[in-house]
């Protein structure tokens, strides 16, 4: 299959005759990537400190605000026509850039591999349910195999493919009917009235769950620009990128606060899935299933499009060769205690992508002119800043929650220092 995106190198932008992307495609798109099992996961880990009312509170508020700077970065894309990585460059410099790149190349690797590792444990579980233990249809690498090269058929095939093609004409009707299934099945079988009555039991609080909320819409910063550089217009990029999101995410993480709460209160993950499992015979589980390879796309595509910075490499064979690598690490690697460093990764991007905001909204007004020809240390001391608070308050305050703070500050760093910067230019030029 070959990829209409093959031509576009990550480091040059998307001509803007070849922008195709509508408020439909992109609705499209970020819908599906706001579903999947991990969503579903994230949303049970909520349930028993916070209760169904709380959680909910706070999923609908870390959503909201996630969403609109998600869609705002993606505007970035759709402003300059390029990838996300290269889109810094003007921001940080041409090699300050380098660094942010590398980082989200390891991280998108780790990813790709969870993603592949989540599909692979959840269909082997329904393949034992529904032969037995010892059965073909129950082996993990097996299924390890079937996803992974799905994913990266997927990530090879390219965006306008993948969303023209897979997800606008049939994808997403399927992935509403899982939802609706899901939503139809726990109003039928569980008392929500006593569930909304019930209150957590405080080991968790608000903030933090507004965090673990806010950090899934984030958590796409990096890579949002690689697909809305195709986008026409920027409202309708911003638009589509918002809702879609929104709405996917909110009803994913919902039901698994409430899926966890009444059939799952031991919160294993086994128990979840089994409970989603016994929804309309599973056929709603397998749906959202096949959606999680969407994700894993996402992420072996944009660790493609982060290599091509780098490497000056076309993306769909970056994409074949990071597609087999993720397969072999979900295969082979103990991934356990590689998860805190991807965590850790994470991290240093909220912060990174507030003063990324500033520069290009506020600072540049919406201008692709690059202001530097190597770094920009205003914009590098700004993120350190935020990287700093963030650790800061995840090790001292962890109640407070990291995630928007550090951003907000990183950003007013960059302000203030890019006035500054601008006054002294200004003063000395006149």
Partial sequence: ????????????????????????????????????????????????????????????????????????????????????????????????????????????????????????????????????????????????????????????????????????????????????????????????????????????????????????????????????????????VFGGTALGFFIGNFWLMSLGVAYALAFAPSGEVNALLLALAGAGLGIPLLLILLDESENAFADIHSAAVSSGVLLRLKVEHLALAIGVLCTLIACLAPLAQYQNFLLLIGSVFAPLFGVVLVDHFILRRRSGQNLASAMRWTALLAWLGGVSTYHLLANLYPDVGATLPSLVLAGLLQWLMGRGFSYRRETAQA
Avoid at 48 to 67: D, E, K, M, N
Avoid at 141 to 150: E, K, P, Y
Avoid at 185 to 202: E, M, S, T, V
């Fill in 1 to 236: 299959m070959s990829s209409p995106t093959s031509t576009y190198s990550p480091n040059l932008a998307v001509p803007a005759d070849k922008r195709v992307f509508g408020a439909r495609d992109l609705f499209s798109l970020w819908f599906s990537l706001g579903i999947g099992l991990m969503v579903l996961q994230t949303g049970a880990l909520l349930a028993p400190g916070l209760g169904l009312s709380y959680s909910l509170l706070a999923i609908f508020l870390g959503t909201a605000v996630g969403v609109l700077l998600l869609a705002a970065v993606g505007v970035i894309g759709s402003d300059t026509g390029l990838s996300s990585m290269a889109a810094l460059k003007l921001s940080l410099g041409h090699r300050g850039a380098s660094l942010p790149a590398l980082l989200n190349l390891l991280q998108l690797v780790g990813w790709g591999s969870f993603e592949i590792i989540v599909m692979r444990d959840a269909a082997s579980l329904l393949g034992a349910r529904a032969f037995s233990e010892g059965s073909l249809w129950a082996s993990p690498l097996l299924w390890t195999l079937i996803f992974g090269a799905l994913a990266t058929l997927l990530a090879v095939s390219g965006p306008l493919t993948f969303v023209r093609q897979i997800l606008r004409k049939w994808g997403i009707w399927l992935l509403l009917a899982a939802c609706l299934w899901l939503t139809w099945n726990l109003f039928a079988r569980a008392d929500l009235a006593a569930l909304w009555a019930q209150a957590g039991d405080g080991s968790m609080p608000f903030a933090v769950g507004f965090d673990i909320a806010i950090a899934m819409p984030l958590s796409w910063l990096p890579l949002i620009a690689d697909y809305s550089r195709f986008g026409k217009r920027a409202k309708s």
